[in-house]
């Protein structure tokens, strides 16, 4: 599967990314939205040609965009010969029919473009059953005249002409049949990570939580001196990986987890269930942040929303602020009476603001440059320390 999902990127080198500023969504925000779209599209091995925003009270429900915007589009991707076009939004069924018949390219939304890459980063069986999974459940609805893999063992590609309703039917019964074996198959998967979980014994559990791309199998490889893939690219982890750590005598459990993102795919969410039950019972989170970026306090807002989601945001949190010597800001001139933003803030100011009433949870950090490194240690020590003497006071001499 991993390699039928990811065949249609392959292949495709150059992209277009569409987005929409509407009542919900602002020219600023649809644009970073936009810039991480491109960061997606790169991480899925695409090159993008040129970003596309348009007003729109609410999509189009034939084409998503307006009928000028979609002839601005098709002339841009013919003349600059485009092989993908992207959309930053969910597209419905009908919609993705209908752009790919208007573009005669390839059609893909935000929710396809994130299962490709997670397609293409699921290292062990239970990373790829989950991704399968979310695959054929975002394909069931969509199999009418929607490139599917289907569609490739029978030797087409693209829309597909003429095929019945017998043929889609029955399309859909195997589909259906997939999604209902992979379940069995998780079921059987998750039993087995469940028992493991069970027999670690009788220490802290602690997670690494984060927006995609914030630094969190560094920081585990730092702590843990342990060798976790880590990548200057969005989800490069995948499976969870869980070690043992001892700081000063005092043992716990590290687990590092997928990172979040800006309008994960529900499919994923749900599939990925076992994965993030390692969030739902830890005792501490580390909520990676990346300061340096210039919307972090969004990322944060998604991390949480993504907590309360999977019911983990009962849990105690330190906020970890890591890249601060990537951290950059613009000073103004003592004569520039324009208004201060965020943007202004050095990084001794920004620790002065709501920053400062969280006092013990949170600390600044360099995982790369190991900057703050043993004040984040002590931290996390202090903290798991003063948890283990509340749950196991009888061996609480040790420490």
Known sequence: MKKELHETAKKQETAVLIGVVNKQQSEEQAREFLDELAFLAETSGLKTEHQFIQRLARPDPATFVGKGKL??????VKEHEVNIIIFDDELSPSQQRNLEKAFEKKVLDRNLLILDIFAQ??????????????FYQYMLPRLTGMWTHLERQRGGTGTRGGSGEKEIETDRRIVRDKIALLKERLTEIDK???TQRKS????????????????????????????????????????????????????????????FIRKLPH????????????????????????ISHPNFEDHINVVNETLVDI??????????????DAFRYIAKDEDDLTPITRENLSLEQL???????????????????????????????D???????KRYPYNSLLY
């Open 267 to 290: 499919t994923l969410v749900e599939s990925f269930k076992s994965t993030l039950d390692e969030v739902r019972e830890a005792d501490l989170l580390l909520h990676v942040v990346d």
């Open 71 to 76: 002839e601005e589009i098709k002339e841009y």
């Open 311 to 324: 019911k983990a945001s009962d849990k105690p949190i330190i906020l970890v602020f890591n890249k601060i």
């Open 351 to 381: 620790k002065k603001t709501w920053m400062g009433k969280l006092r013990h949870s949170c600390v600044f950090i360099s995982a790369m440059d190991k900057q703050n490194i043993e004040e984040f240690r002590k931290l996390v020590y």
């Open 383 to 389: 903290t798991v320390k003063e948890m283990h003497i």
């Open 192 to 194: 087995q990570m469940a």
């Open 121 to 134: 980063r699921a290292r062990t069986a239970h990373a790829k059953t989950q991704v399968e999974l979310a």
């Open 200 to 259: 670690r014994g009788e220490m802290i559990r602690v997670a690494l939580v984060g927006y995609t791309n914030v630094g969190k199998s560094t920081i585990m490889n730092l702590i843990s001196k342990s060798e976790v893939f880590a990548e200057n690219k969005l989800f490069a982890t995948l499976d969870t990986t869980v070690r043992k750590v001892v700081i000063d005598n005092l043992p716990f459990l590290l687990s590092d987890t997928v990172g």
